[in-house]
Each structure stands twice: as C-alpha cells, then as structure tokens.
C-alpha cells in the first residue's frame, strides 16, 4: 500500500516559475524523503526531513513538514527544464525501516 | 565512485519462464532493496536485506518471487512462472545501513516484459 500520496498527479510550468508539490501521508512518520525519477528509471535522493523538522533547504529545493496535517510540500524555486521529471515523497513509519512510496507527482517545465 | 548496478538493463521472457535480475550494491552498504515499479505509480516494496540476511521480505507478492544475497553484497531477485502480471521495471537500492534516516541509493533500474 502506498501511505504517502503527491498532488498533483501532473504539473505543467513555464521555465522561471516555481513549482510546489505536496505529499500527505496517513500515520506517525520517523521521516520523509523526496525523490526525482527521471525517463521512468533510477530514483536520485533530493532531501531528506525528520519528523522534529519542520523546514529545510538545498540550492533550489525547499521542503515543509507539517507533522499536526501530516502533509509535506516540496518548492523548486526558478525552475528550469531541467527540472522536468516525477517526484516522490517517501514516508518511513516511526517503527519501521522501509520507505513507502506515492504515486508522484510529473513535473514538465517548459523552455 | 560506483553506483548500485543492476543487469540486464532490459529483460524479456515468456510467460512461464524463470528470470534472474541482478543488482551490485554501493561497496560497503549493509542494506539492500528491491523494489517493483509499474508504469504511472511509484516504487513498490519488496523485499529488504540487512546483510545477508532477508530483514523483511512482506512485500513480495506470492511465492514465485524469491530473493537472496548470500555474500551480503550482490542481490539476486529470482522470479518463477513469470507471469504477464510481473512486467515492471524491478529497482534495487542500498544504504549505508538500515536505519529509516539512511539515504537510499538506487539502480537504473531492470526493465521486465513478460509476453
């Protein structure tokens, strides 16, 4: 089962504009990661945010957590096509190891 | 450094048929993954190897599926009577060890087609 869900399913953006994904998941979480999946293959990690974190930064990617909604967001700022790829928010259970995976959301920035 | 490899990068077999997918972990990560990935969804758990050990294996879907990792390195993800139903890319990831804050690292992932 997939305890984390993104939203949008798709999203659609000019190059410059900022992107923001959210994920919700339904139980506790130890933390919750955000993958990029490019062409369908190969998953490359992009943040990781532990459940007594509410905010964190790397170069263009920002992420939220907001354990009281149990919902996460993730902003690119300044998109570029680049950018264009699915992502992922994973959520591992506080008694758990495993990560659980949403469906994605599909970002396409357009030049 | 090395990156997780996974071969073959592409695998088509017929139904009924018994496959072997291969994955080469990150030198010196204790934990291993595998995960099934269907077209439009996100990754879907299989099975996790701590060492060589299966530390939980509740993912995988009936018994035709089997995994191994003898040596606590190369995994091995057999599958049995493939069935039309098992067509996903299968990708396997490593971590430093299994503890939930670890950064997974993952393969390209190995494309199935069973016709």
């Known amino acids: 089962s997939q305890q984390g869900e993104e939203d949008p399913q798709a999203l659609s953006i000019q190059e410059g504009e900022n992107a923001t994904m959210n994920c919700s998941y339904k139980?506790?979480?130890?933390?919750l990661q955000w993958y990029r999946q490019n062409s369908g293959r190969g998953l490359v990690h992009l943040i990781l945010?532990?459940?007594?974190?509410r905010e964190k930064h790397s170069g263009r990617l920002r992420v939220t957590l907001d354990t009281s909604k149990k919902s996460s967001s993730l902003l690119i700022t300044a998109s570029r096509a680049a950018d264009t790829a699915s992502y992922f928010c994973?959520?591992?259970?506080?008694?758990?190891?495993?990560?659980?995976f949403g469906r994605g959301t599909s970002l396409i920035v357009h030049p | 450094g090395a990156g997780v490899s996974q071969t073959p990068s592409n695998k088509v077999t017929e139904k009924g048929k018994y496959v072997e997918l291969r994955c080469d972990p990150i030198?010196?990560?204790?934990?291993l993954y595998w995960y099934r990935q269907s077209l439009g969804q996100g990754p879907e758990f299989l099975i996790y190897?701590?060492?060589?050990?299966?530390?939980?294996d509740s993912g995988l879907p009936n018994d035709r599926f089997f995994a191994v990792r003898p040596e606590g390195s190369v995994s091995t993800l057999k599958i049995q009577r493939t069935e039309r139903g098992d067509s996903a890319v299968y990708l396997c990831?490593?971590?430093?060890?299994?503890?939930?804050?670890?950064?997974?690292?993952f393969g390209p992932g190995t494309r199935l087609t069973v016709l």
């Open positions: 990831a490593s971590s430093l060890s299994g503890l939930s804050y670890n950064e997974q690292f």
């Open positions: 139980t506790s979480i130890n933390n």
């Open positions: 945010i532990r459940s007594n974190e």
């Open positions: 994973a959520t591992a259970l506080r008694s758990g190891y495993i990560p659980t």
């Open positions: 030198s010196g990560h204790t934990a």
């Open positions: 190897f701590q060492g060589t050990g299966a530390a939980d």
